[in-house]
Structures are given as structure tokens and as C-alpha cells.
């Protein structure tokens, strides 16, 4: 395998169009499931100013800067832990390491993940709701 040395400047890569597309995927996927921590704290905009940001910046209608991405990110992974449900938590964090992808694009990985488990569990946790409300809880 050859590797080829990342430029020392991340104005060469940051904006590239593969780092773009994996901060759009990373906020779509954290976005799928952004409900489930909706459901829980209605009026907590962390995760959701998190996937905004990204995905304005994936399409090229915002800049953003190191400073503001840390505080975005960190404010996502807070709201987690302010969350009950693992689903919810789960979906905030996906929230915090998307927005992260603009620093490290290999942090859309961890939005997938997290963004993959708070879909279960949330899933998971409506067919229980519905098995109890129906009568048919085991």
C-alpha cells in the first residue's frame, strides 16, 4: 500500500468534496434519529444545532471554524448525558461526533455508529410501548 502524506495544511483536505460528502451522510444519519432524543427533551436544540451546522457546511452555506465545532460537538455529547433512554443518549451523541467529522472526517464513523444503535434501541423500545398499549406485553 502507498501512502500518500496528508497535506500539513487543512485548508488543502478540510473542504474537499469526499470530506463534505462524509459530513452530509454523517448529519442525514444523525438526523434519522434525532427523534429519539426529541421524543424525550423537546426543547433541547444541542443535537439538532450540532446536524444543522454540518450539513450547512456539507452544502456550502456556512464556514465554520475549530472553536465553534468543538463547542457544538461538546454541547451534542452534554445533552447526551442530560438524556434518560440510551436511545436518546445515543442519538445525541451521533449529533456530537457528526458535527466532529468537519475536524476529522473519519468521525462520521462514530456518528454511523451511535446513529445505528439509538435506531435500535428506539425501535426496540416503540414495539414495547405499542406490545404494552395493545395488551400483548409478554
Known amino acids: 500500500m502507498i501512502k500518500a502524506p496528508?497535506?500539513?495544511?487543512?485548508?488543502?483536505?478540510?473542504?474537499?468534496?469526499?470530506?463534505?460528502?462524509?459530513?452530509?451522510?454523517?448529519a442525514k444519519e444523525a438526523g434519522r434519529v434525532?427523534?429519539?432524543?426529541?421524543?424525550?427533551?423537546?426543547?433541547?436544540?444541542?443535537?439538532?444545532?450540532?446536524?444543522?451546522?454540518?450539513?450547512?457546511?456539507?452544502?456550502?452555506?456556512?464556514?465554520l471554524g475549530m472553536k465553534e465545532v468543538r463547542k457544538l460537538s461538546l454541547n451534542a455529547h452534554a445533552a447526551a448525558r442530560d438524556a434518560k433512554s440510551s436511545a436518546a443518549?445515543?442519538?445525541?451523541?451521533?449529533?456530537?461526533?457528526?458535527?466532529?467529522?468537519?475536524?476529522?472526517?473519519?468521525?462520521?464513523?462514530?456518528?454511523?455508529?451511535?446513529?445505528?444503535?439509538a435506531f435500535s434501541l428506539g425501535m426496540r423500545l416503540n414495539q414495547e410501548l405499542k406490545n404494552i398499549k395493545s395488551g400483548t406485553d409478554r
Do not use: C, N
Open 89 to 117: 443518549k445515543y442519538a445525541a451523541h451521533a449529533a456530537g461526533q457528526a458535527v466532529g467529522t468537519w475536524h476529522v472526517p473519519t468521525h462520521a464513523l462514530g456518528a454511523f455508529g451511535y446513529a445505528g444503535r
Open 34 to 63: 434525532l427523534k429519539f432524543f426529541e421524543k424525550e427533551r423537546p426543547d433541547d436544540m444541542r443535537p439538532r444545532e450540532a446536524i444543522k451546522a454540518i450539513m450547512e457546511w456539507a452544502e456550502d452555506k456556512r464556514t
Open 6 to 26: 496528508k497535506p500539513k495544511e487543512s485548508k488543502l483536505w478540510r473542504d474537499s468534496y469526499y470530506h463534505k460528502l462524509f459530513g452530509f451522510k454523517a
